[in-house]
């Protein structure tokens, strides 16, 4: 981006991190992935429903608010995916904010819910073409789900769950977290510094202290690290 360029504005956006228990016998909870259409002749990655927030979303006038969020959250979750989350079931865990140097910018809020056993996935067609009902390891170390670091990060938070209502309980007692990635270019691909990391502040990966940064090495999956 040139220097005399303002960034762009981020886009308020709301997604849902929608869970259940395991099937089939299967210990450990499972969350819902979407598969995004191709576009320019590569395959969409995977995310959780979700989507821009819409003027008809606005509460008190606010495309910003968290309250708006909830009702974007909600009919984004229905559009893409027929599934139908009350609005008291959200649980907001996370808001992603887009560094300042991409060329599109997103400001989410990232909710936590339980699923509905009684409603069944279908997806639009569209936007989305397909779906997985998928453990957080096996959706982190699959080869054919690419994901962005916002879903990366929410996977790694989910490894220790084995139960839905669990998860549900231990984020609703912690913190909102709030992502404004700074990323560092290194000798074997990339950093991205989180608020609590050491080098957050001055940009400085190297910075020895606390550690809150998701890795991209160059042919490798990311890797999430939080400690100190």
Known sequence: ?????????????????????????????????????????????????????????HVDGNAHSVETARVAALRETIEESALVVAQDALELIARWVTPPISPRRFDTFFFLACHDESQQVRVDGEEMIDHRWISPRAGLEAPDVDLAPPQFVTLTWLLPFQRSADALAAFASQDCVTFRPKICRTDTGAVMLYGGDAGFETGDPHAAGPRHRCIADSGRPYRYERFG
Do not use: C
């Open 1 to 57: 981006m040139p220097e005399n360029k303002a960034p762009p504005v981020p886009i308020p956006s709301a997604t849902v991190v929608l869970l259940r228990d395991g099937r089939d016998g299967r210990d450990g909870l499972e969350t819902l992935l979407l598969q995004r259409s191709p576009h320019k002749g590569k395959t969409g990655p995977w995310v959780f429903p979700g989507g821009r927030v819409e003027e008809a979303d």
